[in-house]
C-alpha cells in the first residue's frame, strides 16, 4: 500500500516537473527549476536553533539570543549561498553517441556559467550510474560526458537526471531534474547467422562475389526502358546517334553482393537484424561492395566507411 501511494506521488510530482521544464536540449537553471530542502544535517541544526531559540525566551539570556541569530544568519546565508551556485548555470546536451546494444551510450554536455559565477561542488546524478561531480569556474564552458547502459536497439534517451550541490556547509540541498530530446542511437547486436542466396544471386559464393550476371564483360546492347540504372546507358552511343541504349553483362562474377533481410534461415526480427548487421561488419572489414534489403527500405550497393554507417542506421531504426 506504502508502495503504491509512493510511487502515484512520485508519478505526479515528476508530472509536475515536466510541466515547469519540458524536455529541450540546452536548459538554464532559474528559480522556475531548481528546487530546495534542508539535509539531515540541516534539520539537525534547525531543530538545534529552535531548542536555542526557546532557551533564549525562558531565561532570557542576551547572550543565548546573539548566539541564535548568528546561527539562523549562517543558516540564511547557506539558503542563498547554495541556490547561487546552480542558478545561473547553462546546461546544453551537444552530442549523443552511436553504439552497439548492451554497452554504454555516452551523452556529452557542456556547462557554462556567468561571468562572475563559480559553481563548486555539482554533483550530476544519472539513475543506476555513480554520481559525476564537477566545478565549474567562472565564464569558464567545461565538457562532461554522461554514460547509461543501454539494453535494446534504436533510439535511447538519456532519461531524466538530477543535478545536485550542498556547497558551501552541507545544511541545504538545491537540486534539479532535467530532460533532453537528443537521443543515442543504438545498433542491432552483431550476431551470425546462416544465409541463403535469394533466387536473384544465387550462385558460387566466395570471398570475390557471386557467379551471376556480370559487370564486367559486355554481351550487347538492347533498348532503354525506363527504370534503367544510367550506368548502364551506353553514352557514347548516345553521343553519337542519339539513340538510347543499354549495356547488357554476362557471366561473369560479380563483386557485388546483396544482403537481404529475407534470406537467413531463422530467427525472429530482432535475430535477424543482428544476423544483417554482423554481416555489414564483415563485408566492410574486408573493404567488399554490398547492398542491403531490409523491412521498409533498401540501400543500393557501395562500400567504405560511410556506406557502413549508413547500414547501421537503417538497421536501428527499423520499426
Not at 557485388?256 to 526480427?269: A, E, F, I, M
Not at 557501395?302 to 537503417?314: F, I, P, T, V, W
Amino acid at each position: 500500500m506504502s508502495s503504491n501511494i509512493k510511487k502515484w506521488w512520485r508519478t505526479k510530482f515528476f508530472q509536475w516537473i515536466a510541466r515547469r521544464s519540458p524536455p529541450s536540449d540546452m536548459k538554464v537553471l532559474t528559480h522556475k527549476n531548481v528546487y530546495i530542502f534542508p539535509t539531515k544535517e540541516g534539520g539537525l541544526y534547525a531543530c538545534l536553533l529552535a531548542l536555542l531559540l526557546l532557551t533564549a525566551i525562558n531565561y532570557q539570556s542576551s547572550l543565548i539570543y546573539l548566539f541564535v541569530f548568528f546561527l539562523g544568519a549562517l543558516f540564511i546565508l547557506s539558503i542563498i549561498l547554495c541556490f547561487k551556485n546552480l542558478s545561473g548555470l547553462q546546461v546544453s546536451l551537444v552530442k549523443a553517441s552511436e553504439n552497439f546494444a548492451n554497452e554504454d551510450s555516452f551523452y556529452t554536455f557542456t556547462l557554462k556559467t556567468k561571468p562572475s559565477q563559480y559553481c563548486e561542488s555539482l554533483g550530476f546524478v544519472v539513475p543506476g550510474q555513480p554520481t559525476k561531480k564537477v566545478d565549474v569556474s567562472a565564464a569558464e564552458v567545461a565538457s562532461l560526458v554522461l554514460s547509461k547502459l543501454s539494453e535494446h536497439r534504436g533510439l535511447v534517451s538519456l532519461g531524466r537526471i538530477k543535478i545536485e550541490t550542498v556547497y558551501p556547509l552541507g545544511l541545504i540541498r538545491a537540486w534539479t531534474w532535467l530532460e533532453f530530446e537528443t537521443c543515442a542511437l543504438n545498433f542491432p547486436i552483431p550476431n551470425e547467422g546462416i544465409r541463403a542466396p535469394s533466387d536473384a544471386v544465387q550462385g558460387d559464393e566466395t570471398d570475390a562475389g557471386i557467379h551471376c550476371k556480370g559487370e564486367d564483360e559486355l554481351a550487347g546492347l538492347r533498348d532503354y526502358v525506363v527504370g534503367d540504372a544510367p550506368s548502364r546507358i551506353a553514352w557514347k552511343h548516345y553521343a553519337a546517334k542519339g539513340e538510347l541504349y543499354v549495356k547488357e553483362f554476362d557471366g561473369l562474377t560479380s563483386s557485388t553482393r546483396w544482403l537481404n533481410y529475407k534470406d537467413y534461415v531463422s530467427g525472429d526480427k530482432e535475430q535477424r537484424l543482428s544476423y544483417l548487421c554482423h554481416d555489414v561488419l564483415s563485408y566492410s572489414s574486408k573493404g567488399q561492395s554490398f547492398g542491403m534489403v531490409f523491412p521498409g527500405g533498401v540501400i543500393e550497393p557501395s562500400q567504405g566507411d560511410e556506406h557502413k554507417m549508413s547500414c547501421l542506421r537503417a538497421l536501428a531504426l527499423v520499426p
